[in-house]
């Protein structure tokens, strides 16, 4: 039979190799770690188990989508639920708001806490649904470099609309003309940070994120976010899937201008087809080296990086939910120094993420388990030891004038995840959350195809390729690209 090898687990190499094995492949993924699920991985620390990346979980259908397609009924293997609260937001000066997932009931919120007009939000929401329509079927599920994605009807529908689907202005612009209130303005910014961008840059089409949470939905695993990862791995290894862990591949095989296979523990694996779910970058730097470069593309500036404390903190604070955001006073500032300094602000907003508000059994009773985050900067090298003790330090003062507690006694144990560590254990390119930032309105066209233009047989997936980051679209890469395979096949 066919044969396909997948270099690295992460969540669009699980996917793809569901795919692949459902077209027909058999798959051998390697993988340079000693589990699956690069960046969508867990940590125990104690009593304390923390989801160790991504927290927030949208479009599910996307997970489910490969149970059906394996023919299997997806909420046998991976059950969720729908979060009534998005999010809850704290500013400095006292002031406290709920998101509710209801659109009506955000909207009365935001009226009574925010003293905007209900009928505001309810305009935004209902503009960002019109922006999804029209931009995901071209943006998020098929490939950008392909001709018959721009000769389609969808495609042409939405020239006609670019200026109203905010091509032209900024996140922040845009929001403004929405928005009296510079807190709404700031708590809508935010959605520039679900791909690692600056609300000040990124263009206006962006608002389609809110979409996503108000219209949809957002979502939690009942057994957390590592969940994912764990339910596609299972559903790969029944399909038949083989996996090498502890196996870093150290290169991709060409040969008369084809994939033929990887280098991996000095031996030679060959395999009909190759898919790269390693950083794009990197794999042209290690596992391509001899290959022509795609030098434009390589070069593109990377999203924000993070800096995570994830403390058990020994009491339970019933006014925290799953998502928590303590907002900077000056998010214009913060935004300056994560892009154009290049290191962290004194007043960062602090994201605190508590699973066991969900899933009690991730903190011992009375305690809970917070998975405290900043934006930062990507990896260029900076002093991180000095940074992260400067940032541990703000953190915890802005927590205690915040919520009114005095937060360092309470901390019971800690681990540190930073841009240098978020580098090494997933190859991520300057330890970028989402691949390439999305700061100007050319960045959709210049993330790398899903698939090689100079040699056959070679196909890419993840976050640092196109779509771009974050798990829906990391598993929708994977979706683009098998049926890229599918296509190629049956052309013959
Ligand atoms: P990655 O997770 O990048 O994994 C790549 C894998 O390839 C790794 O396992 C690596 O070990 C392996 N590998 C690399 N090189 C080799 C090699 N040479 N040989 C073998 N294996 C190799 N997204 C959201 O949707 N919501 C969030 O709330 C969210 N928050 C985030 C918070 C943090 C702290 C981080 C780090 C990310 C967050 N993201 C979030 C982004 C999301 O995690 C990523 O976009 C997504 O998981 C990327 O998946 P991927 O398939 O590109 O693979």
């Not at 994830?310 to 935004?335: A, C, M, T, V």
Request: proline share 5%; aromatic share 12%; charged share 20%.
């Amino acid at each position: 039979s066919k044969t396909a090898i997948v270099i690295g687990s992460g969540i669009a190499g699980l996917a793809a190799s569901v795919r692949l094995s459902n077209l027909g492949y058999r798959v051998s993924v390697y993988e340079a770690n000693a589990y699956p699920g690069g960046k969508l991985s867990e940590i125990q620390l104690g009593d304390y188990r923390f989801d160790a990346g991504p927290s927030l979980f949208t479009l599910p259908e996307e997970v489910d989508e490969l149970f059906r397609l394996s023919g299997k009924k997806p909420s046998d293997h991976f059950q969720y639920l729908k979060l009534p609260v998005l999010c809850h937001y704290f500013w400095e000066d006292g002031t406290r708001l709920r998101a509710f997932a209801d659109p009506e009931k955000f909207a009365k919120e935001v009226e009574k806490k925010l003293g905007e007009p209900s009928q505001c939000i309810l305009d935004a929401l209902q503009h960002a649904d019109y922006m999804y329509r029209h931009l995901a079927p071209l943006f998020m599920h098929r490939s950008l470099h392909r001709w018959s994605t721009w000769f389609n009807q969808w495609a042409l529908a939405s020239y006609l609309r670019m200026g109203k689907l905010g091509i032209f202005g900024t996140m922040d612009g845009a929001n403004r003309k929405h928005f009296k209130n510079p807190k709404l303005v700031q708590l809508f910014n935010r959605y520039a940070t679900y791909n690692g961008s600056d609300p000040y840059q990124t263009p206006a089409t962006l608002n389609i994120i809110p979409h996503l949470e108000y219209n949809i939905g957002a979502f939690f695993p009942k057994k957390g976010m590592h969940e994912i990862t764990l339910s596609i791995y299972r559903l790969a290894v029944e399909l038949g899937v083989e996996f090498h862990f502890n196996q870093k591949v150290e290169k991709i095989l060409v040969e008369k201008g084809k994939a033929i296979g990887v280098k991996v523990g000095g031996e030679e694996q060959s395999a009909d087809l190759v898919v790269n779910n390693m950083d794009m970058v990197n794999a042209y730097k290690h596992l391509l080296s001899d290959q022509k470069q795609p030098k434009y593309l390589l070069k593109q500036p990377k999203s924000s990086s993070a800096l995570i404390f994830y403390w058990g903190i020994k009491k339970n604070f019933p006014e925290l939910d799953l998502h928590n955001i303590l907002f900077s006073d000056n998010y214009k500032e913060e935004f300056n120094h994560i892009f154009q300094l290049g290191t962290i602000y004194s007043d960062p907003t602090v994201y605190i993420n508590i699973t066991s508000v969900y899933k009690q059994d991730d903190a011992p009773s009375g305690s809970m388990n917070w998975f405290t985050m900043i934006n930062t900067p990507n990896n260029k090298g900076q002093d991180w030891e000095t940074l992260i003790a400067e940032a541990r330090a703000y953190i915890i003062q802005k927590i205690n004038r915040v919520l009114g507690t005095d937060l360092e006694p309470l901390i019971e144990v800690e681990e540190i995840l930073d841009p240098r560590t978020i580098e090494s254990k997933t190859s991520s390119s300057q330890g970028a959350l989402y691949g390439n930032s999305s700061n100007n309105r050319y960045a959709a066209f210049l993330r790398h195809a899903n698939y090689s233009s100079d040699i056959d047989r070679l196909y890419f997936c993840g976050g640092s390729v196109h779509p771009g980051g974050g798990i829906p679209l990391s598993l929708l890469s994977a979706k683009i690209m098998t049926d890229m395979i599918k296509e190629t096949e049956t052309r013959g």
